[in-house]
C-alpha cells in the first residue's frame, strides 16, 4: 500500500497527558499536513510542511501543540498537556507542490479521545 | 466565519439517477476546489477538483461545476449507486494567495437507496 499512513489509528488518553501521532506520507509527495476534523464539521487545517520546513501555521494550533517534520518524510504532531477538548480526529494529508495544482491525498487518521 | 458552505446536511437519491450535491464559497481568492468522499472511519478520498480558469470538469460518473460569479460549485453523479453513498465534503484553496490550506465545508451525507 503506497498512501497515506498514519499511527496509531486510535488513541484514548487521560487528560493532561501528552500523545504523539505519526504521520507518514506518499513517497514522491513533499508537501505534508495536518487536519483536525471534530463531529458534524468538515476537517480544519492545523499545519503544512514542504520538506521539512513548516511554512504555515493555524490560529487553532496552540502552544500545546508541535509538529515536526525532521528529514522530511515523516511527521509527528505531538499534544502536550491533554484537554477534553483536543478529542477528534487528526489527518495527515501530502500532495507534490506543482503550481496551482492542490491535490491532497488524505491518511486513514488518528482518533483521539481525551477522558 | 464559514468561508465554505454546504448547506444541505442531507441527500437521499433513487440508484441510476442524478445526485447533485452543492456548495458556496465567499473566499473571492479560491481558485481551486476540491470535492473528497468520506466513509466513516476512513480518511477523506479525493473525487475531483476543478481550477478557476474552468467552468467544468468532467471524470467518469462524476462531473464538477463552477459559477465564479454565483461562488458557487456543484458535484453531479450520475447514474449514482449505492457505493456512492458516503458524506462528501467540499474544498477551495487560494492557492495564487501562497496559501496550501484546504477550507472545508461542513459536508453533505449522500444516501443513494437501491
Known amino acids: 500500500d503506497t498512501g497515506v499512513s498514519q499511527d496509531p489509528r486510535h488513541k484514548i488518553t487521560k487528560r493532561g497527558q501528552n500523545v504523539t501521532f505519526r504521520c507518514d506520507p506518499i513517497s514522491e509527495h513533499n508537501r505534508l499536513y495536518w487536519y483536525r476534523q471534530t463531529l458534524g464539521q468538515g476537517p480544519e487545517f492545523l499545519t503544512y510542511?514542504?520538506?521539512?520546513?513548516?511554512?504555515?501555521k493555524s490560529r487553532l494550533l496552540s502552544d500545546r501543540f508541535s509538529a515536526e517534520r525532521p528529514k522530511g518524510s515523516f511527521s509527528t504532531l505531538e499534544i502536550q498537556r491533554t484537554e477534553q477538548g483536543d478529542s477528534a480526529m487528526y489527518l495527515c494529508?501530502?500532495?507534490?507542490?506543482?503550481?496551482?495544482?492542490?491535490?491532497?491525498?488524505f491518511g486513514p487518521g488518528t482518533r483521539l479521545t481525551v477522558l | 466565519d464559514q468561508q465554505v458552505k454546504q448547506n444541505s446536511p442531507s441527500l437521499s437519491v433513487q440508484e441510476g439517477r442524478i445526485s447533485i450535491l452543492n456548495c458556496d464559497y465567499t473566499?473571492?481568492?479560491?481558485?481551486?476546489f476540491l470535492w473528497y468522499k468520506k466513509y466513516p472511519a476512513e480518511g477523506p478520498t479525493f473525487l475531483i477538483s476543478i481550477s478557476s480558469i474552468k467552468d467544468k470538469n468532467e471524470d467518469g460518473r462524476f462531473t464538477v461545476f463552477l459559477n465564479k460569479s454565483a461562488k458557487h460549485l456543484s458535484l453531479h453523479i450520475v447514474p449514482s449507486q449505492p457505493g456512492d453513498s458516503a458524506v462528501y465534503f467540499c474544498a477551495a484553496s487560494a492557492t495564487q494567495g501562497g496559501s496550501e490550506k484546504l477550507v472545508f465545508g461542513k459536508g453533505t451525507k449522500l444516501t443513494v437507496n437501491p
Open positions: 473566499n473571492s481568492m479560491f481558485d481551486y
Open positions: 494529508a501530502s500532495s507534490f507542490s506543482v503550481p496551482s495544482y492542490n491535490e491532497q491525498f
Open positions: 510542511f514542504q520538506n521539512e520546513a513548516q511554512l504555515e
